[in-house]
């Protein structure tokens, strides 16, 4: 297969887009267009100071090469949950997401669940009895909680994360499934910032896993390529190893799925009803972070149980 542009050898096919590049090409091509989408979508701008939440995994550090490359001024923060038994999860990918903010000399923000706050997100789980076998559902809480908290204590604008277009494409079949209204409305590529809450973004909603890996790969970005223990088995790896198999047969099917949802919504498809959807926030008087709870936060009210 030859580059669309120059004519030369393409090292990555993209039938989605009718084109296969060359490694400088695809290097050169793949920043430019999450550029065009940062400004369609009004994500930020140059002036603005953005924090990357990172992972370790291939994602969230190609997003923060591609805003580095692109001029922007971006931080990374890190998050050691403290998943390590079995494999060392959490420790090897803090070593990486480290190496690669010293190689760069950029600056990275970590917070250390055991240090911080005395016990790991696996105990946590397990004390609070957040989740029967798995902890995900205390860890989207913690992972929420830190970043807004970094965000806010550190004054940046926005707070950007490494979601690609089949973990947005997996979201969405979940929620049409299960016509999860709320969720529905809410899920986009910029959630606005309201009431202490940091405006989110996903810069690389629009780009397939395979072009992610192949970005990392390319550029000779060391990565975790283990996923999280607790990932195995979890619909949303069913969900996208289904979008995988109609992806092979029809090109184009999560591209397609996900921004021709964007569309409709625009549209109204998905218009704000009357009634209240998006809960009203208040302070937490323990934290000072916005949360719906009654009084104290469901975080601190995690924190507080584990600690009587
Ligand atoms: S939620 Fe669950 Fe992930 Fe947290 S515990 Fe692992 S699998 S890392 S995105
Ligand atoms: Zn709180």
């Known amino acids: 297969m030859k580059c669309k542009k120059c004519g030369g050898k ?6 989605q887009h009718n084109m296969g590049l060359c490694k400088d ?37 190609a997003l923060w090469d591609m805003l580095n490359i692109l001029g922007y001024q971006a931080d990374g923060l890190y998050i050691a949950l403290g998943i390590d038994e079995g494999i060392s999860y959490s420790s090897e990918s803090q070593r990486l997401t480290e190496k690669f903010a010293n190689a760069r000399g950029l600056n ?22 957040r989740g029967r076998d798995k902890p995900c559902s205390s860890c989207g809480l913690v992972k929420r909680h830190e970043m807004n908290r970094i965000a806010r204590d550190f004054g940046y604008d926005v707070l950007a994360t490494g979601h690609n277009l089949d973990d947005e494409a997996a979201t969405l079949f979940s929620n049409t499934l299960q016509w999860n209204g709320d969720y529905l409305i809410r899920q986009h590529p910029v959630l606005a910032e309201r009431d202490g809450l940091a405006r989110k973004v996903k810069p690389l909603f629009r780009f397939y896993e395979k072009e992610m890996a192949a970005y990392t790969l390319l550029r000779g970005i060391e990565y975790i390529y283990d996923e999280c223990p607790f990932a195995e088995g979890s619909t949303s790896t069913q969900y996208k190893e289904l979008l995988n198999q109609l992806e092979h047969e029809h090109p184009g099917t999560k591209i397609h799925f996900f921004t021709k949802f964007l569309s409709a919504k625009k549209k109204g498809l998905f218009a704000e009803p009357t009634t209240k959807i998006v809960p009203e926030l208040h302070i937490c008087p323990k934290c000072g972070q916005p949360t719906s709870a009654h009084e104290i936060c469901t975080f601190c009210r995690m924190m507080d149980r584990v600690n009587q």
């Open 10 to 15: 393409a090292v990555i096919n993209m039938p």
């Open 25 to 61: 090409d695809f290097l050169q091509w793949l920043p430019e267009q999450m550029q065009k989408h940062i400004k369609k979508q009004k994500m930020f701008t140059p002036e603005e100071k953005i924090l990357v939440a990172v992972s370790g995994g291939k994602d969230s550090l």
């Open 108 to 129: 990275l923000h970590v917070v250390n669940m055991t240090a911080d706050y005395g016990i790991d997100l696996p105990t946590l789980a397990k004390e609070t009895r």
